[in-house]
C-alpha cells in the first residue's frame, strides 16, 4: 500500500494562510485521483478537496474559494493551500486516494493538526 505523511499544520489566527503538504512513499499522483480529508474534534472524517491523475480539481462547498489543492508529480507531493482560515476549519488533515463517492482508499496516516484560534 501507498503511504502519506502530511505536514504544515499548526496554530494560525482567523484570516490566515496555511500549506499543508503530503509525501506519498510511490508515483501515484500521476494516475490515481488524490485528495485531503480532516477531521474536527468530534465529528466524523470529511473530504475537503481532490484532484484528478489529469489535474482537474473539485472541493467541498464549505471551502470551495478560500483552499487550493495541488500536486508536485516529480517530488511525489500533494499541497493544500489554505487562505481566509476560520475556526471552524480546525481539525486534523489528512490525504489518501480518493474513491468515486469521495471517500478515502488507503490506509491513513497520522495527519497534521490545523487550530484556527486567537
Known amino acids: 500500500q501507498v503511504q502519506f505523511v502530511e505536514s504544515g499544520g499548526g496554530l494560525v489566527q482567523p484570516g490566515g494562510s496555511l500549506r499543508l503538504s503530503c509525501v506519498a512513499s510511490g508515483s501515484i499522483f500521476s494516475i490515481y485521483p488524490t485528495g485531503w480529508f480532516r477531521q474536527a474534534p468530534g465529528k466524523q472524517r470529511e473530504w475537503v478537496a481532490a484532484?484528478?491523475?489529469?489535474?482537474?480539481?473539485d472541493y467541498a462547498d464549505s471551502v470551495k474559494g478560500r483552499f487550493t489543492i495541488s500536486r508536485d508529480n516529480v517530488k511525489n507531493t500533494m499541497y493544500l493551500q489554505m487562505s481566509t482560515l476560520k475556526p471552524e476549519d480546525t481539525a486534523a488533515y489528512y490525504c489518501?486516494?480518493?474513491?468515486?463517492?469521495?471517500?478515502?482508499?488507503?490506509?491513513w496516516g497520522k495527519g497534521t493538526l490545523v487550530t484556527v484560534s486567537s
Open positions: 489518501n486516494l480518493v474513491s468515486a463517492n469521495k471517500n478515502g482508499v488507503n490506509a
Open positions: 484532484i484528478t491523475d489529469g489535474g482537474s480539481t
